[in-house]
């Protein structure tokens, strides 16, 4: 398994291409800039077949209507995430009062994600781990064989999501990292939504929020 880190957007939000030898491949979210997302794949000349989504917000999800429309992929995002998901231009109004150049066009379909699910996409098997608390519907994405978890803004290196946007709770975020993120081994790697990577030990030992899920 190849994962490729785009960082992409006015907010540097990382897409992540994931593909095999055979050169079919998904990503784990789409910022607002499918085109230079598009360019990226089209160079290493990976098939996408799937689009995962780890949450509505719009720095995550505004690329997917136009790569999906682009390449067939099939787009997968919780339903409990429909509010922001399905209403971009809406979020982007309440966050910043105007429209950030970027695209915002929604995929027409969408397969709904449910906690536990076991998604295999390009050949690569994957857990879906529901972690409500950044958003009601946010997800990570465990690919066990690899040892790689997709965190989108459950978790970053030395951080952790923001709750103060509509849907978000602090008091749902810890939980979730403490059933859903904490009971994986210290080696595992993980790839948050912003910035660089770390490992769920670094988290454990290090992270300034690690005492609310001891």
């Not at 790839?191 to 670094?202: C, D, N, R």
């Amino acid at each position: 398994m190849h994962i490729e880190r785009i960082p992409a957007w006015i907010a540097d939000t990382n897409a992540y291409l994931v593909h095999t030898e055979r050169g079919e491949g998904f990503l784990v979210d789409a910022p607002p800039d499918p085109d230079a997302i598009g360019e990226h794949i089209a160079r290493l000349g990976v098939s996408v077949v799937g689009i995962l989504l780890t949450h509505g917000h719009i720095d995550h999800t505004g690329g997917a209507g136009k790569l999906a429309s682009g390449s067939g992929a099939i787009t997968y995002v919780h339903p409990d995430d429909d509010f922001l998901t399905l209403h971009p231009r809406e979020q982007l109004r309440a966050m910043f009062g105007v429209m950030p150049p970027g695209s915002y066009d929604v995929p027409d379909r969408f397969e709904s994600l449910e906690h536990g699910q076991s998604l295999t996409i390009a050949g690569i098997s994957l857990e879906v781990r529901h972690t409500p608390g950044h958003t009601p519907g946010h997800c990570c994405f465990y690919v066990e064989d690899e040892g790689t978890l997709f965190t989108g803004d459950q978790l970053f290196a030395g951080s952790i999501g923001r709750t103060d946007l509509p849907g978000g709770s602090f008091r749902q975020l810890v939980a979730s990292m403490r059933d859903q993120v904490m009971t994986l081994a210290d080696d595992i790697r993980v790839l948050p939504g912003h910035g660089p990577e770390t490992t769920v030990g670094q988290e454990r030992l290090f992270n300034p929020f690690r005492d609310e899920w001891a």
